[in-house]
């Protein structure tokens, strides 16, 4: 495996783990290796006899080896916009995970098929709130009488079932770069905010952008009776955060903040929001993933930089900036597993099978709820 960063020795998947972390954040085994050199004509070719019928569009966190096939990179929900912009290709082939290619089917014109590579590219964020989960929710807020004061807020990362909940109760969708602007909206129309799914991401928005108190957000567990908050608190509180959270930025902690401080002089520690609430407060800098990497092409040749985001974006942003000192914030390697699926010879099955008649692992939304979740993305749309 090459090593993604300078100054900072790393470890070795597996080699190590940290028992302060969330659950669901270890990073068992090691990345697969590279595919065939052979694939990568096979794709070409895939593509090429294709050509303007298909789309490929490549999250930001995805391999090398997949993202030199991707005609644009960015995050989720640009991706679904560009996608959208593209009526006259019929296939979007989506490199990133499950709830991505959700988006992009929602977005996208009716005679668009999206395609994921790999079915099992799933989010283990998106994962943590179900519909019936998140229903029930609504259901003690019903009962503690607060649910008529509360506008509901999903974080792009969710399934198209929990942003159609949200369109249905009159809520909206954001990005980690425009969640401020919709937590504004949403309390212009509310007393209270139930966010989904990440409790980090709407944790540091609310205390860190808004000025509330730490007190002011619980945290509601789908796995604990009541979520487990008494109706009171549920009444006292003005932001109620989902119990929630990414597997790779959940792992992050202030020690490995502290750590690297240490070791290298005059470090630069750029993380996203989706942090915890300690690591983006010992942090200098927080943004999005647009906003980390604009940061790094704008920072002075030498300075040096550690990032708290997936390893993937990390060392590319390490390798396409060698006058700077690009490093991952942490001293073991964490991948994001589920974005890893969609690998090479996955995307070759995928182009192959498109090229040959055969439109396979398409991504489709039911009618209903893509009709209330395009809502609460409209609203999205339409903020500030």
Same mark, same amino acid.
């Given at each position: 495996?090459?090593?993604?960063?300078?100054?900072?020795?790393?470890?070795?998947?597996?080699?190590?783990?940290?028992?302060?972390?969330?659950?669901? *954040?270890?990073?068992?085994?090691?990345?697969?290796?590279?595919?065939?050199?052979?694939?990568?004509?096979?794709?070409?070719?895939?593509?090429?006899?294709?050509?303007?019928?298909?789309?490929?569009?490549?999250?930001? !966190?995805?391999?090398?080896?997949?993202?030199?096939?991707?005609?644009?990179?960015?995050?989720?929900?640009?991706?679904?916009?560009?996608?959208?912009?593209?009526?006259?290709?019929?296939?979007?082939?989506?490199?990133?995970?499950?709830?991505?290619?959700?988006?992009?089917?929602?977005?996208?014109?009716?005679?668009?098929?999206?395609?994921?590579?790999?079915?099992?590219?799933?989010?283990?964020?998106?994962?943590?709130?179900?519909f019936d989960q998140v229903e029930e929710c609504w259901d003690?807020?019903?009962?503690?009488?607060?649910?008529?004061?509360?506008?509901?807020?999903?974080?792009?990362?969710?399934?198209?079932?929990?942003?159609?909940? *949200?369109?249905?109760?009159?809520?909206?969708?954001?990005?980690?770069?425009?969640?401020?602007?919709?937590?504004? $909206?949403? !309390?212009? @129309?509310?007393?209270? *905010?139930?966010?989904?799914?990440?409790?980090?991401?709407?944790?540091?928005?609310?205390?860190?952008?808004?000025?509330?108190?730490?007190?002011?957000?619980?945290?509601?567990?789908?796995?604990?009776?009541?979520?487990?908050?008494?109706?009171?608190?549920?009444?006292?509180?003005?932001?109620?955060?989902?119990?929630?959270?990414?597997?790779v930025h959940g792992r992050f902690t202030k020690e490995s903040?502290?750590?690297?401080?240490?070791?290298?002089?005059?470090?630069?520690?750029?993380?996203?929001?989706?942090?915890?609430?300690?690591?983006?407060?010992?942090?200098?800098?927080?943004?999005?993933?647009?906003?980390?990497?604009?940061?790094?092409?704008?920072?002075?040749?030498?300075?040096? $930089?550690?990032?708290?985001?997936?390893?993937?974006?990390?060392?590319?942003?390490?390798?396409?900036?060698?006058?700077? @000192?690009?490093?991952?914030?942490?001293?073991?390697?964490? !991948?994001?597993?589920?974005?890893?699926?969609?690998?090479?010879?996955?995307?070759?099955?995928?182009?192959?099978?498109?090229?040959?008649?055969?439109?396979?692992n398409v991504i489709e939304v039911d009618g209903e709820t893509?009709?209330?979740?395009?809502?609460?993305?409209?609203?999205?749309?339409?903020?500030?």
């Open positions: 495996m090459t090593t993604p960063v300078r100054d900072l020795p790393l470890l070795l998947l597996g080699s190590a783990a940290d028992p302060a972390s969330e659950r669901g *954040v270890d990073c068992p085994g090691e990345l697969p290796p590279a595919s065939d050199p052979a694939l990568v004509e096979r794709a070409r070719a895939a593509k090429a006899a294709l050509g303007e019928k298909v789309f490929v569009l490549g999250h930001h !966190y995805q391999r090398d080896e997949v993202i030199q096939f991707a005609d644009v990179t960015g995050d989720s929900f640009k991706l679904a916009q560009k996608a959208a912009a593209r009526p006259e290709a019929p296939y979007i082939v989506f490199c990133g995970v499950h709830f991505m290619a959700e988006s992009a089917d929602i977005l996208t014109a009716a005679h668009q098929r999206v395609i994921l590579p790999d079915l099992g590219a799933g989010c283990s964020m998106a994962d943590m709130a179900t003690v807020l019903e009962d503690a009488g607060v649910a008529d004061d509360v506008v509901p807020v999903t974080y792009m990362n969710s399934s198209a079932d929990i942003k159609g909940f *949200v369109g249905r109760h009159g809520g909206v969708v954001c990005t980690s770069s425009n969640a401020k602007r919709a937590l504004d $909206w949403a !309390y212009g @129309n509310g007393k209270k *905010v139930l966010f989904l799914p990440d409790q980090h991401l709407g944790r540091n928005t609310a205390v860190l952008e808004m000025g509330f108190s730490p007190d002011d957000c619980v945290v509601y567990s789908p796995h604990r009776r009541e979520g487990g908050l008494t109706p009171q608190r549920l009444r006292d509180a003005k932001m109620i955060l989902w119990r929630g959270h990414c597997s903040v502290d750590d690297v401080r240490a070791r290298v002089p005059g470090v630069n520690v750029l993380v996203h929001p989706e942090c915890r609430h300690e690591v983006v407060t010992a942090a200098d800098r927080i943004g999005s993933t647009e906003y980390i990497i604009k940061t790094i092409e704008a920072a002075e040749p030498g300075s040096s $930089w550690a990032v708290g985001t997936e390893l993937n974006l990390v060392r590319r942003l390490a390798n396409a900036h060698p006058d700077k @000192n690009v490093m991952f914030l942490d001293k073991a390697v964490c !991948y994001c597993s589920t974005m890893n699926r969609i690998d090479l010879p996955h995307l070759v099955l995928s182009l192959e099978s498109l090229a040959a008649g055969r439109v396979e893509a009709h209330h979740a395009r809502a609460a993305l409209d609203q999205m749309l339409a903020l500030p």
